[in-house]
């Protein structure tokens, strides 16, 4: 075969590849009814499995109340403080289940607990006993269990200073959690938890005569007022 065969042979087999259609490779064997994969910077569809299909709505109605929600948010019309009543409208809808009854709510951050440091012991590591108790005023931290937010600190050894927090019942379990901080707790250090008020008001109890904590309201300009205090009364009152 002389030179100019040999070329014409080569550039026809050249768009011959051309022409072809690109052939995909297998994709991965997906349990789901459906799926797709595309390419974000091109939108080349890289994998579907049964596109047109119409199938029932399911996390993409999540995904779209989310963006809304967010929206939202960005836009100034709700706020994250902002409570959410679950309406009858709401609650008839089949699909995925929320159990709230209509004109409920869920609250999520809702008040702080505020507690005093009352000495630092060494016991194969630093614990600091403050003035409240997970027994009395956060059972749900030893029932759950879970560690409760408190604001400043860090996880174990995440700060320069780590402590184990404890109440001053007789329990050896009265533990809320390990926490580390900037800097070294002392005596008369204010520390505190949030998202307390849901169980700190409605589950607390006064064994060991711990004394429950006071209600105060904090106003948006940060001015506090002491709504409720408690005495001996409301300890002898809850005796049986």
């Given at each position: ?23 995909r490779a297998a994709g991965p064997d997906i349990a789901a009814p459906s799926a797709i994969l595309m390419d974000a910077a091109t939108g080349t569809v890289l994998y579907e499995k049964n596109a047109s ?135 008369g250090d204010v520390l505190e938890f949030g998202d307390m008020a849901i169980y700190s008001m409605v589950k607390n109890n006064t064994f060991n005569g711990m004394p429950l904590p006071s209600i105060a ?24």
């Amino acid at each position: 075969m002389d030179m100019r065969k040999w070329l014409t042979a080569l550039l026809a087999a050249a768009m011959l590849l051309a022409a072809a259609p690109p052939v995909r490779a297998a994709g991965p064997d997906i349990a789901a009814p459906s799926a797709i994969l595309m390419d974000a910077a091109t939108g080349t569809v890289l994998y579907e499995k049964n596109a047109s299909e119409r199938l029932r709505p399911a996390s993409v109605t999540k995904v779209m109340t989310l963006l809304l929600v967010m929206e939202a948010l960005d836009t100034g019309r709700i706020g994250w403080d902002d409570t959410v009543i679950a309406s009858e409208a709401a609650c008839a809808k089949g699909g995925s289940q929320v159990y709230l009854e209509p004109g409920e709510a869920v609250a999520l951050n809702a008040g702080i607990l505020r507690c005093t440091v009352l000495d630092i012991v060494e016991n194969g590591g630093k614990i600091a006993i403050l003035d409240t108790s997970a027994a009395c005023h956060m059972p749900d931290v030893l029932e759950m269990p879970y560690r409760p937010p408190l604001r400043g600190s860090g996880l174990p050894g995440e700060k320069a200073y780590s402590y184990r927090l404890g109440g001053p019942t007789c329990l050896a379990g009265d533990i809320i959690g390990d926490y580390s901080f900037d800097r070294p707790l002392a005596v008369g250090d204010v520390l505190e938890f949030g998202d307390m008020a849901i169980y700190s008001m409605v589950k607390n109890n006064t064994f060991n005569g711990m004394p429950l904590p006071s209600i105060a309201l904090r106003t948006l300009d940060g001015t506090e007022r002491c709504i409720r205090s408690f005495g001996y009364e409301d300890f002898k009152q809850r005796l049986s």
